[in-house]
């Protein structure tokens, strides 16, 4: 606990009434005396009005907008008692530029210092608790990145291992094997497909986690989109999709993570398609303060209400694998790239009734 009162009985009044309490006490008599405290760590600081003067204030407001963003420092100030004026108002105003501040008027009663003292101190421990579990969210985090990087990379030599002694069972040894062992065979086949495909999308899921939060140049999503069209060009022609866009806006946003967002929310409308009724894909945007939302809305089977929140979550395949295809990362993917960029991906849908995704990004 820091203290700083130049003159008076103060320093000693608080002295005496925290040393009681067992908190350990700093007394400074100017305010460079106060920073020097400061920049070893402190708890909370009890400061008396007149010894924060304007040239003092702004000594603490540089400090203060240096601090890390979950730091916030709590300051008791010791002010005049007497009749609320128009000056102490402004002094109160002026004040607040410390940010976490309390104000106690004089005559100071013990009870109320050893009262706002603890409260400070209790809340600048939380600060410290909320921001060691930032800290341990943070590592657990990059560690699960870096094993899903190191995973999708070291699994995919054993699964090339099975992959080739399977197709070299095939072609050497499947006249022999009757129509059980192909059968094996050709399960182990579709097995090593599939877990392929998890560990792409589980490297892509990696490399979304890893965007940098730092702002890009306007790129025309134009180019993205086409990008994504053509990536799909296949799909498009079997299934006889009927896809319209509107006019395509510049957003702050690298084009590749544009395009797979694109190539994943199309290829989920063309996949996700009634029986016998070809996709019907409308792609079209609005601008919302700062930000360009997009939507790509199709006629094909829905979302059930339910599943709104879930189908963003990694893994997650509300279909088996035997109707539709797919690892259940796509929509995990795109919400992890938008969110990296600042922005939101949502649906709105209804079964049987067509899905609507939108995400926004900054423009």
Not at 160 to 183: A, F, Q
Not at 277 to 304: L, Q
Not at 341 to 346: D, E, L, P, T, V
């Amino acid at each position: 606990m820091v203290i700083l009162a130049p003159v008076g009985r103060d320093a000693a009044l608080l002295a005496r009434t925290l040393s009681a309490l067992e908190i350990d006490i700093a007394v400074t008599r100017d305010a460079s005396a106060l920073m020097e405290v400061l920049a070893e760590g402190a708890g909370a600081v009890i400061i008396a009005d007149e010894a924060l003067t304007s040239a003092t204030l702004n000594v603490l407001r540089i400090w203060l907008s240096a601090q890390l963003p979950w730091s916030d420092l709590p300051f008791i100030v010791l002010t005049s008692s007497g009749v609320p004026t128009r000056e102490s108002h402004l002094r109160a105003r002026e004040l607040q530029a410390l940010g976490n501040v309390t104000l106690i008027e004089r005559p100071v009663r013990p009870d109320t210092v050893e009262s706002s003292t603890r409260t400070a101190l209790r809340a600048r421990m939380r600060q410290y608790e909320i921001r060691s579990r930032q800290e341990a969210l943070v590592q657990a985090n990059a560690d699960l990145e870096q094993f899903a990087h190191s995973a999708s990379h070291d699994l995919r030599e054993p699964l090339r291992t099975i992959g080739t002694y399977s197709d070299m069972l095939v072609r050497d040894y499947g006249n022999v094997l009757d129509e059980r062992g192909n059968k094996y065979l050709n399960v182990i086949a579709k097995s090593v497909s599939r877990m392929d495909l998890l560990l792409s999308d589980l490297l892509s899921y990696s490399q979304a986690s890893s965007i940098s939060g730092e702002a890009v140049e306007l790129s025309p999503s134009n180019r993205a989109l086409e990008a994504a069209l053509k990536n799909l060009d296949g799909s498009i022609l079997l299934s006889n999709a009927k896809i319209s866009v509107a006019e395509m806006p510049a957003v702050r946003m690298r084009e590749s993570h544009l395009s797979q967002i694109f190539q994943n929310l199309l290829g989920n409308a063309i996949k996700y398609r009634k029986e016998g009724c070809p996709p019907t894909i409308e792609i079209f945007t609005r601008r919302s303060g700062g930000n360009w939302t997009f939507t790509i809305a199709d006629n094909g089977i829905g979302v059930e209400a339910a599943y709104r929140e879930s189908i963003f979550g990694i893994f997650q395949r509300l279909h088996n694998d035997n109707k539709y295809s797919g690892t259940g990362m796509g929509l995990a993917i795109c919400k992890r790239i938008v969110e990296r960029y600042g922005g939101q991906i949502w649906v709105e849908s209804e079964s049987e009734e067509g899905a609507r995704f939108s995400f926004s990004v900054p423009g």
